[in-house]
């Protein structure tokens, strides 16, 4: 369900720091109950001509994507305290590098989400619950 | 108008897999009268330390990310209709490799999209018949 | 805030068609009083078999995915209007290379945003013109 896309420069991670950095972003959704197998990460390079920022290339920076589908935020200060959270996750991975980084979140209609072929359960129903102990989707 | 983007593993498709997967999305869409050049299809290949599901590098995954502008979907029933249908336009593909697959849809503003400096004739308009019959813009 | 994916085929553009093309995407904004750094735009380079427009290899074609959060705008008119304008940004650089394209716009929370750790000031306020001045974001 959270697709995150990290549009990166070159270098900016090893493979070792793009696997702890997708760690913990599964942890930020699975700390309230999601299964870990809904958080994808996609990691993409770019190179400094391909990424600019202000009309100059890009180095050392991340432009991060977030979608969510599974729950959507209620009023301004939820959505406001949900991503100085996010904020905080990134901000782990992208301080102690250097990094320059910015991100925001989309959030798209539930309804229109399956996973291998099935439609998820409702958020915080037995059902997903046992997702998330198995890791992996069953008919329920 | 459709835009989907198929992030994917290594080696999940050939091209004769990719164009013939292209072709059926088309398909979907020709088949309610959209014109078949609105079906942009992208495959992006990530290795597995650049595509991480639940904290894990991926191999034989699909994540897929739909866009959707022409038309919009009315209410939570015909969402599921609609994505039982996109589901098994997925599945037919993916199931034969064995290939892990999640997708969602996102619904953008029509009014906010153009084709090749023109804009798009309503859906089911006969200027749009006319865009269909010849597979690209015209001034209408 | 305003973040362009360029989807297009190879040798669309060189390296300083990319950044000309980016500058005047900058520029776009900058004039509506938008700090330059909140620009975003991601080159997106696809080989023929991975980039499909109804079911066929595409070449000479760009497909452009703009992701606008700082202001949203009105009403149908009013948007209609930003196409256009959105819309002359790209055939400047499209239309002397003869190249296809077509665009869209997704609209997301302002809420669901920060750069570099911060809030980014409403928009018009004292605040933004001192981030424009300055180029970077700083507390406020």
């Known amino acids: 369900m959270p697709l995150w896309t990290i549009h990166h420069s070159p270098?900016?991670?090893?493979?070792?720091?793009?696997?702890?950095?997708?760690?913990?972003?599964?942890?930020?959704?699975?700390?309230?109950?999601?299964?870990?197998?809904?958080?994808?990460?996609?990691?993409?390079?770019?190179?400094?001509?391909s990424m600019l920022i202000g009309g100059e290339p890009a180095s050392g920076a991340l432009r991060v994507v977030i979608e969510h589908i599974a729950i959507h935020l209620g009023g301004s200060e939820e959505m406001k305290g949900a991503a100085r959270s996010l904020d905080a996750v990134i901000a782990k991975h992208a301080a102690p590098r250097g990094l320059y980084y910015e991100f925001h979140v989309d959030e798209t209609p539930r309804e229109l989400w399956m996973v291998d072929g099935l439609e998820p359960p409702p958020f915080g129903s037995r059902a997903e619950a046992v997702w998330a102990a198995r890791n992996s989707p069953a008919p329920w």
Not at 14 to 30: C, E, L, M, N, V
Request: no cysteine.
């Open 11 to 49: 270098d900016a991670f090893t493979s070792q720091h793009k696997q702890a950095f997708a760690r913990d972003i599964t942890g930020y959704y699975t700390r309230i109950g999601l299964p870990a197998f809904y958080v994808v990460v996609v990691f993409d390079e770019h190179a400094p001509d």
